[in-house]
Structure formats: structure tokens, C-alpha cells
């Protein structure tokens, strides 16, 4: 049973950074499909970048430039690097997952129907 676990969540100004961690436990690690994905209150949940088991990455148009998703295969970790953090980043943040690789058509790797594992959040926090 995979299990993941959010840490790094925290208060910061705009223009500040945060580095999210996502903890994997029993995921397979020859092939999958994991992305991170926010919730702002009273809004749906979107996603915001996604890493295939290969390194290939996608992003939300909103976070390009600013993010980076990774992926360490040894320590079990996968993470999100953000900068130049802005008000509109504020929300609770979740880290996914999927077995299976992510797939050819890039904007499936956003979308919640994808994944089928999630872990329990952790909140962003950025004031203006």
C-alpha cells in the first residue's frame, strides 16, 4: 500500500521561497506518474506539476518558472521547489500518486481523475 507524507508547508512573504517534501512509502519504483496539487478555499483542487518515473515534467502555466518538481528515487522523496512565491500561491498542498507511467498526452499528468493516491497536505501560506 503506498503511502505519502507532506512536510515543509509554512507561513512566507511574497517573493519568498518553500521547499515541499512528499515522504513515499510501498510505491513501485520502476514505473509512476506523482504530482503535487493545491486547494484554496472554496476552490477546486488543481494541479500544479507532475514528474514521470523517466524525469519528464510538466507544469501549470501559473508556476512556470517558478517551481520545480523533482523526484529522488533514493531517498524516496519527491519535492517542490518553490520561488518568487506570490499571494495566489496560498492553498494546502497535496502530493499524488499513480503506478503506471504518466502517459503521452501531457494534459492528463494535471488532473486529479489521474491519480488514486494521496497524501494528507500541507499548508502554504503567502502574504502580500
Known amino acids: 500500500q503506498v503511502q505519502l507524507v507532506e512536510s515543509g508547508g509554512g507561513s512566507v512573504q511574497a517573493g519568498g521561497t518553500l521547499r515541499l517534501s512528499c515522504a513515499a512509502s510501498?510505491?513501485?519504483?520502476?514505473?509512476?506518474?506523482m504530482a503535487w496539487f493545491r486547494q484554496a478555499p472554496g476552490k477546486e483542487r488543481e494541479g500544479v506539476a507532475a514528474?514521470?518515473?523517466?524525469?519528464?515534467?510538466t507544469y501549470a502555466d501559473s508556476v512556470k518558472g517558478r517551481f520545480t518538481i523533482s523526484m529522488d528515487n533514493a531517498k524516496n522523496t519527491l519535492s517542490l521547489q518553490m520561488n518568487s512565491l506570490e499571494p495566489d500561491d496560498t492553498a494546502m498542498y497535496y502530493c499524488?500518486?499513480?503506478?503506471?507511467?504518466?502517459?503521452?498526452?501531457?494534459?492528463?499528468?494535471?488532473?486529479?481523475?489521474?491519480?488514486?493516491?494521496w497524501g494528507q497536505g500541507t499548508q502554504v501560506t503567502v502574504s502580500s
Open positions: 510501498g510505491y513501485t519504483y520502476s514505473s509512476y506518474c
Open positions: 514528474i514521470d518515473r523517466n524525469g519528464s515534467t
Open positions: 499524488a500518486y499513480d503506478f503506471g507511467r504518466c502517459g503521452l498526452n501531457r494534459d492528463t499528468w494535471l488532473s486529479t481523475r489521474r491519480y488514486n493516491t
